[in-house]
């Protein structure tokens, strides 16, 4: 979704809006994302190999919470470049890794997509962030250039064309929310089918077929924070849902969506499903 991010890539004309915004709330909500997807983002970098002592490059560090959880995996002899073009939000990463006491992360505030390094690097991470570009198999194509003989591309993308599976009758908020979703994103110009799209991404720019996961965070539980999450996704959403004439302030209610996501879970004893996401990683032939 985005943008763990990690999203904020350079705009261009033909560039996908950045259907989140960028925003005060947004970096929050960011952060938020993390506390939900980062434990498959955790899993895709273990399952890829990333590990002590590597260099790592990170594609659209948003408020830092991947190139932290990258840090933790390559440990001091390491070091991870994260790269975003918002470069108020990188302030924050740049605080919270400091305050994480993490000496091995350095952010960069520009275009990932026309940077150089001086060095190739041993493993190329991004969290939703294809999506949003013009041209996504360009712009991987690009970034692997920058990866060794045997390097590690793993990225996660969202899959939104998967979504109107959870449609049913005794939901109708959940059927709204997810029908707003799907629009927002297509107004934008967004790439809804990313995630799936990822072995396409891979194999076009010469990589083998990735190792892919589809996964989504589902809850049904009273406590669950991903009904608070929603309603900080809409929060940020509403602006563009506003814009495009998809709904009003008033229809969506951020205030009170949350508890109205729970109350019809209860009610409807079925659980609730955020966006979906696909992880693929692979290795870059050495020869």
Not at 66 to 90: Q, R
Not at 94 to 106: L, T
Not at 182 to 188: E, I, N, R, Y
Not at 247 to 256: F, L
């Amino acid at each position: 979704m985005a943008k763990d991010h990690a999203q904020n890539l350079h705009a261009s004309n033909s560039d996908a809006t950045y259907t989140l915004g960028r925003t005060s709330h947004e970096t929050t909500r960011l952060i938020e994302q993390s506390r939900i997807y980062g434990e498959s983002t955790h899993r895709l970098c273990k399952r890829a190999g990333i590990t002590v002592g590597m260099r790592v490059l990170e594609i659209g560090s948003g408020a830092g919470d991947v190139a932290l959880t990258l840090a933790e995996l390559v440990g001091p002899t390491g070091k991870v470049v994260g790269v975003d073009v918002n470069a108020d939000i990188l302030d924050t990463a740049r605080q919270r890794a400091i305050d994480a006491g993490r000496q091995n992360v350095e952010f960069i505030a520009d275009d990932a997509r026309t940077l150089t390094f001086p060095e190739k690097f041993d493993a190329i991470v991004g969290r939703f962030v294809l999506m949003y570009m013009a041209d996504p198999g360009e712009a991987f194509a690009t970034f692997m250039t920058h990866l060794k003989p045997g390097g590690i591309a793993a990225f996660q993308e969202p899959e939104y064309t998967l979504y109107p599976a959870f449609l049913h009758p005794d939901t109708p908020l959940m059927n709204q929310l997810i029908a707003w979703i799907l629009d927002v994103f297509a107004h934008s110009g967004a790439h809804l089918n990313m995630g799936i799209g990822l072995y396409q991404t891979f194999v076009d720019t010469g990589l083998p077929p990735p190792t892919m996961h589809l996964e989504s965070p589902i809850g049904a539980e009273k406590t669950w924070a991903g009904y608070r999450y929603m309603a900080t996704i809409f929060q940020s959403l509403l602006p563009l849902l506003e814009k495009y004439g998809l709904a009003t302030a008033e229809q969506v209610d951020v205030n009170t969506l949350a508890a109205r996501i729970r109350q019809e879970v209860i009610a409807s004893k079925r659980p609730f499903f955020l966006p979906l996401h696909v992880t693929a990683y692979a290795t870059l032939p050495i020869h």
